[in-house]
């Protein structure tokens, strides 16, 4: 009776050392597996630090601008729903969203030297008052910098007076700019021959992209600063 209890005693014994042995087994097990999971989430979280996150570059530029250059992007509208968009050294200068577009021409002025915002105006070229716009151009002074951006129709009221001002201003497309045409320009007061910065799309109801209105034009660059 006593040699039964005995091996029934060693029996429970032998059993607890058994499970407690695979219960520490089973328990390193999960800690190795939390400890690669935990690795593994760390080396995953280094990696997707450490990878090469893509660059922001002022107005949405896919490089940078030299030195004592300033970045511009100007879209025109599209057909008379989505209005333009002028950006200058990464601030957005008019659009939509700004809600300080208007049909006819969009117009930002910039102190050439600087870059500061001088002033941003839009004309109604379909039943505006166009000498608004001519007692605008007149008044703009020696160096400073002009983007233009049209939007709906840019050209019904358009005078002779007003195309010369933009030549004067850069522009080598003006004298093109009819009904619905859509135009960028980005040119300056007292600026020696042509602005290179001057994009048209011209409305033709056989090549027209939407119905009755072109496609929309755009056009980003560097601008040099002017010398003070």
């Not at 097990?29 to 280094?46: I, K, M, P, S």
């Not at 002025?109 to 915002?117: D, F, R």
């Amino acid at each position: 009776m006593r040699f039964t209890g005995a091996v029934r005693l060693g029996v429970l014994a032998a059993t607890a050392v058994l499970t407690w042995y695979i219960t520490s087994q089973l328990l390193n097990l999960q800690l190795d597996e939390n400890l690669r999971n935990l690795v593994g989430f760390q080396d995953q979280e280094a990696i997707v630090t450490s990878s090469s996150v893509p660059k922001h570059f002022k107005c949405g530029l896919v490089s940078t601008c030299p030195q004592n250059h300033f970045v511009f992007r100007v879209a025109s509208g599209a057909a008379s729903v989505a209005g333009p968009s002028i950006c200058f050294e990464d601030t957005i200068l008019i659009s939509s969203v700004k809600n300080n577009v208007g049909r006819g021409l969009n117009i930002a002025l910039l102190n050439g030297v600087t870059g500061t915002l001088l002033d941003t105006q839009t004309f109604d070229m379909w039943g505006g008052d166009v000498l608004a716009l001519l007692r605008f151009l007149r008044l703009i002074q020696d160096g400073t910098v002009i983007i233009v951006a049209t939007f709906d129709d840019g050209a019904t009221k358009m005078s002779d007076e007003i195309r010369a001002l933009f030549v004067s201003l850069g522009s080598s497309s003006i004298g093109q700019l009819a009904f619905r045409d859509n135009w960028v320009f980005v040119g300056a007061k007292g600026i020696q021959g042509k602005s290179p910065f001057e994009q048209l799309a011209k409305h033709n109801k056989n090549t027209n992209k939407y119905d009755g209105w072109p496609e929309a034009v755009e056009m980003s660059g560097c601008l040099p600063a002017r010398k003070d």
